[in-house]
Every structure is written in C-alpha cells, then in structure tokens.
C-alpha cells in the first residue's frame, strides 16, 4: 500500500506525500462525460464488466479552498441515479478525506484518506461488505487533467490482495 499500512493494533495508519496540497482536486472543476467499467458483482471472482456513461458536474473549490465537491448522474437498474462526493483537505494532517453518498441508500459511506504524489492519488478507507471487514482504495489519475481516471478496488484481507471492481474515465466538456 502506498503512503498506508495496517498497525500491529489492527488500524489504517495514512502518511500524507511530500506534495499534498490543498490544490489537488482544483483539476475536476466543471463538467464531465464519464465512461464506467464495473464488474457485475464484486469479492466473487467475477470476471464480466457492465459499461455505462454518466455525467458529473464539479462546483470547484469550496469552503475557502480547502473543501470540493461534485455530483454524478447516471441510471443504475433502470432508475434515475446520484451521487455527491465531497472532498475535505485538512491543513494539519495534508491528507484528503473523500465522501460518497449514493441517492439509492441516502447513507453517506465512510471516507477514504490519503493524497496525492506528483499525479496519482491513492486513498485508503474501511468499509463493510456484504456483512464482512474491507479495506477500499481510490486511485485517480490526472495525468491527462481533461481526461483523468478514477478506479476502486477492495481488499478482504486487510490489503495482501486486492480486486479492482470499478474504474472510469472522464472527459471533460469544453
């Protein structure tokens, strides 16, 4: 894991990059035409991808730059379908906490931490799947800032192994 490691205690222990900055979301400000890739079900050896197109629409930078947050639209079984993510960067720690609260469950999700180096961001975060302990990674990458990709993966098995069940790629609308 990067910048991450599970203590002797049991606990996710984050270490920002040298390079965290509040500005590191500034690249997702504005409108987006997203191409998803998800794997129909996770933690079950699958192997078949479902592809949809969403959209997303990113507010920049909010409570004095250090807040960001955006929502995504799409159509999951059939049914209209939102997202809002906000992104929060605390200037003590440099790390970047991420939220998710999908319209299907109204639940926010725990966070994911972490940050980025150089133009990869990889964050961290427990969950609970299927009644069962996880570890969640983010990953994105703005190499291309008008075509970055995000993927997720989760681990059973406190990081050893991991499955990477979701990734898309946006394009921004100019």
């Avoid at 997702?28 to 998800?38: F, S």
């Avoid at 960001?68 to 159509?75: G, L, Q, V």
């Avoid at 079984?77 to 720690?93: A, H, I, S, V, Y």
Wanted: charged share 25%; hydrophobic share 35%; with cysteine.
């Amino acid at each position: 894991m990067t910048n991450a490691k599970i203590t002797s205690t049991g606990e996710l222990e984050i270490v920002p990059s040298k390079t965290s900055s509040e500005h590191d979301f500034e690249f997702l400000a504005g409108k987006w035409i997203m191409h998803n890739k998800k794997l129909k079900t996770r933690l079950n050896n699958c192997t078949e991808w479902e592809e949809f197109e969403s959209t997303d629409e990113n507010f920049g930078m909010i409570l004095n730059g250090i807040g960001n947050t955006d929502i995504y639209k799409s159509t999951l079984d059939g049914k209209p379908f939102e997202g809002l993510t906000l992104r929060l960067f605390n200037p003590k720690t440099k790390l970047w906490s991420l939220y998710w609260v999908p319209s299907n469950t109204g639940v926010m999700d725990p966070p994911v931490v972490g940050s980025f180096e150089g133009n990869i961001g990889t964050f961290y975060g427990k969950d609970v799947f299927q009644g069962k302990p996880i570890l969640v990674v983010f990953v994105w990458d703005k190499t291309d800032k008008d075509n970055p990709v995000w993927s997720q993966a989760f681990s059973p098995d406190n990081g050893l192994t991991w499955e990477w069940n979701f990734t898309n790629v946006s394009h921004r609308i100019k």
